[in-house]
């Protein structure tokens, strides 16, 4: 059998065998990430949904890269009365993560324009094409695997808020034990959705039943929402940020997002403190990547001032401030990398916060809490300016080696996103790791004064007492967590998956799990 050309990587392998259908059928990367996210919001229903938001990179042959900003849009106006807006607890095991959910919680989606824009500027087949591996998992269901059921576990309260929460994961009632490991999952309201969209665009949502009954669940139980939001939703297109890290040239999220530059910020100052004679993961290797995450930490403080997140021209030019002044050289999320073969590669980035816990049962869809999601609303909740972009954390990148080589990557994983792409980029640059040990390497995240330090037993014994004595308070992981994100990459030569997540990759004619 020929050994097929494109690569793929995404967080599920039943999201990586939907890409690999529409690109064996003819599709290009757009139609082959269509399929997957769709796909995703299926086999990954807590990290995905058409009732959130994302962003992507896109390039095609010989033309530079393009990023479609599709996230999630602030209200025009607060609801008059009584909100619908409270806290939950997310157990992720060693660390517990306070997240607002309710109606109140809400923003503007942007997943099914964003896909219509996808489609429309870079599509090739039709969209009754694109839809069919989706509707097939959706209507014929797909095994709950490990990553998937823990994640369930993590936000239980959020399926537990509603009954239509639970109806939508098949419970019983709202204390009915959660799904098993091997139980299928199936959403066949979502399947009927997906049709509809295929025949009617994304007015199917916008326009049409769907958005007027969110529309009225936000209006009587104290959501923002109101149908002047749906209707005023745009896509936008936007110039990709870039900049260069020692050899390498970087293209990311530009803002009003966030998370390229933050990307850009840690490894700018990565590139002061990192020597090429320090050895990997010794102790002055962790604390380059520690100081490196603090000062990007501390730089943000600059970038969010009211003013700022108001305007995302202003963003921009404070952001290019902070780069002028460096020498040249936690939410549910999932990622999907793709490389057709034929030049045109994509990284896209989809969230659904942690899920509102409102459903529209007609059509399967768990709506987002981005409104409720601290680290995009910075400013405290319900203070956000109308009618604008949140600051997403969310960071698809390309990454173009000195040799040439293009690498397609991104993660989920919240406010770990920046922390994860930062140390892989630079053990794909510093120290010349394959990609999937780069990939594979145990983390480090700094929020605040807390490091977490990943598989926190298999450092170096002089790098963990490195850790164990400076000054930030730690806590060690026993193991590998999705806390610390999920990166997805492909090159030209291979694709790698992040087992953190549970991630598939094909590249070749059969779908890798590591």
């Known amino acids: 059998m ?126 009754t094409a694109l839809i069919e591996p989706a509707c097939h998992y959706a209507r014929q269901g797909v095994p709950l695997n490990t990553v998937q059921h823990h994640a369930l576990e993590i936000l239980e309260p959020i399926l537990r808020a509603t009954p239509a929460a639970g109806r939508w994961l098949g419970l019983a009632s709202t204390d009915a034990p959660l799904p098993r490991v091997g139980d299928l999952l199936t959403n066949a309201p979502l399947a009927d959705f997906m049709t509809l969209w295929a025949s009617e665009g994304a007015a199917a949502f916008y326009q049409g039943e769907v958005g007027r009954l969110l529309v009225a669940a936000c209006s009587a139980t104290g959501g923002h929402l109101t149908s002047d939001d749906l209707m005023a939703y745009q896509s936008q297109w936007r110039t990709p940020l870039t900049w260069r890290y020692r ?48 000062s990007a930490m501390d730089k ?46 994509i990284a896209l980035t989809l969230s659904n916060g942690e899920g509102s816990g409102h459903v529209i049962e007609s059509a399967g869809i768990m709506m987002n809490n981005m409104l409720g999601e601290e680290d995009i609303n910075r400013g405290g909740f319900h203070q956000w300016p109308p009618n604008r972009r949140l600051a997403s954390m969310m960071t698809p990148t390309i990454l173009v080696l000195a040799s040439g080589q293009r690498i397609l990557l991104g993660s989920g994983g919240s406010n770990r996103i920046r922390t994860a792409l930062m140390q892989v980029v630079a053990n794909l640059v510093d120290f010349d790791l394959d990609l999937q040990a780069a990939i594979d390497a145990p983390r480090l995240h700094l929020e605040e004064d807390l490091l977490s330090i990943e598989l926190a037993s298999e450092w170096p014994d002089e790098t963990r007492q490195w850790l164990m004595d400076q000054p930030h308070q730690t806590k060690p992981w026993p193991s590998a967590s999705l806390f610390f994100g999920g990166v997805h990459a492909v090159s030209g030569k291979v694709a790698c998956a992040d087992a953190r997540r549970e991630g598939a990759a094909v590249d070749g004619d059969c779908v890798r799990v590591p």
């Open 300 to 345: 943000r403080t600059a970038l969010e001032k009211p003013q700022l997140l108001a305007d995302e021209t202003a963003l921009g030019a404070t952001f290019d401030r902070i780069v002028a002044n460096h020498a040249p050289s936690r939410r549910g999320t999932t990622h999907i990398s793709i490389d057709d073969g034929e030049g045109m590669g």
């Open 2 to 127: 020929t050994t097929p050309a494109f690569r793929i990587a995404t967080g599920h392998r039943a999201t990586t065998h939907a890409a690999q259908v529409i690109l064996e059928s003819g599709g290009n990367a757009a139609d082959a990430a269509i399929a997957a996210v769709l796909t995703a919001c299926v086999a990954e229903p807590m990290l995905a949904s058409l009732g959130g938001g994302g962003h992507a990179l896109i390039q095609a042959a010989d033309t530079p890269p393009i990023a479609l900003d599709f996230f999630a849009q602030t209200p025009q106006a607060l609801h008059p009365g009584p909100l619908d807006f409270y806290p939950i607890l997310g157990n992720f095991g060693p660390d517990v993560q306070e997240f607002h959910v309710g109606m109140a919680s809400i923003a503007t989606p942007g997943v099914i324009h964003g896909l219509e824009a996808l489609h429309q500027r870079f599509g090739k087949l039709p969209k």
């Open 247 to 294: 050899s390498a040239t970087l293209w990311s999220n530009p803002p009003p997002a966030f998370g390229g530059m933050m990307l850009a910020l840690s490894l700018l100052d990565l590139n002061e403190r990192l020597s090429n004679q320090h050895k990997f993961r010794s102790p002055e290797h962790v604390s380059a990547l520690v100081q490196a995450m603090a």
